[in-house]
């Protein structure tokens, strides 16, 4: 994989995008890209009940938007940085900017909350790794944390990186994007497959049973040192862990338990609807740390 050349961080000036904007600035300082820092004053809020947008509307939401951009540019030294206030609906005037600028890779922060919230104030973040094809780092504030200032976090700092695979296709792209990224941060590779119940398990021997599950976690165990091969295990130290369970369930706790830096995995595209339950959507809900997603397409 080729190191990140422009980063596009979109904020909505909440402590959340203001976190990932941290992030945002140490990769693109690490990677020595560009970085561009957008907003989009969303339109759509402003035409809830009214046939056309008042214009005086637009402009105070607007002006106030610059002056939060500048404010932000000020207080974390974004000088070299590029940014822009837009008008528009937000999810779509992302994805175009994603291609208007080239981006190949967009940090965004997104809002750890349950119930209408979680369906609600995360829906940006959802509806744009809908529609781009460049890798989606989320950042989630964990519950009871605080805003990190921005001296302390001017530098990224990943020991642990997780690799989740499914060796569905777009799992050679997910493992070349934690690899490039664990040598620049001199991080360690915990690579993990989660694998659910054969389906013979339905057999009343429990012998077949037990042979079965054996087989298949042999089968998975060698399929994951095909993808990180024992010459790159070589040069990145690298834990391979095959388990069985819940995709999620397993993700998670492991990643709480190890005190995982970063999770790298892939996402893939069923609709808007279908998106909502993916394993992904449900790993960057938990909060648990940054959320590296990687589009496997169709």
């Given at each position: 994989m080729k190191p990140f050349k422009h980063v596009l961080c979109p904020v909505d000036f909440s402590d959340f995008s203001r976190r990932a904007l941290v992030l945002a600035r140490g990769i693109a300082h690490d990677f020595q890209a560009e970085?561009?820092?957008?907003?989009?004053?969303?339109t759509a809020v402003m035409s809830l009940g009214n046939a056309l947008p008042l214009q005086d509307v637009y402009s105070t939401r607007h002006r106030r938007a610059e002056e939060a951009m500048a404010s932000l540019k000020s207080m974390l030294e974004l000088a070299r940085s590029r940014t822009e206030v837009v008008n528009g609906i937000p999810h779509q005037m992302i994805a175009r900017k994603v291609k208007e600028c080239g981006a190949d890779l967009v940090v965004m922060g997104t809002h750890g909350a349950s119930g209408f919230e979680k369906l609600f104030l995360g829906s940006v973040t959802e509806k744009v790794l809908h529609q781009i094809e460049v890798p989606m780092l989320t950042v989630?504030?964990?519950?009871?944390?605080?805003?990190?200032?921005?001296?302390?976090?001017?530098a990224v700092r990943f020991r642990t990186i997780m690799m989740a695979v499914d060796f569905e296709p777009g799992a050679v792209a997910t493992a070349e994007h934690a690899l490039a990224l664990a040598q620049r941060y001199e991080a360690k590779i915990l690579a993990l497959h989660v694998y659910l119940q054969p389906s013979t398990f339905y057999a009343t021997a429990a012998a077949t049973r037990v042979m079965d599950e054996d087989r298949v976690r042999s089968a998975r165990q060698l399929e994951l040192e095909k993808l990180v091969p024992a010459s790159v295990r070589d040069i990145v130290p690298t834990e391979l862990l095959t388990l069985k369970g819940d995709p999620f369930e397993v993700i998670d706790r492991v990643a709480r338990e190890r005190g995982v830096d970063l999770v790298v995995m892939g996402a893939r595209s069923h609709g808007v609807m279908g998106w909502l339950g993916c394993t992904t959507h449900k790993v960057i809900r938990a909060g648990a740390c940054p959320v590296l997603a990687v589009r496997k397409g169709p």
């Open positions: 970085l561009t820092v957008y907003h989009v004053v969303d989630t504030r964990p519950s009871g944390s605080t805003l990190p200032d921005a001296e302390r976090e001017a």
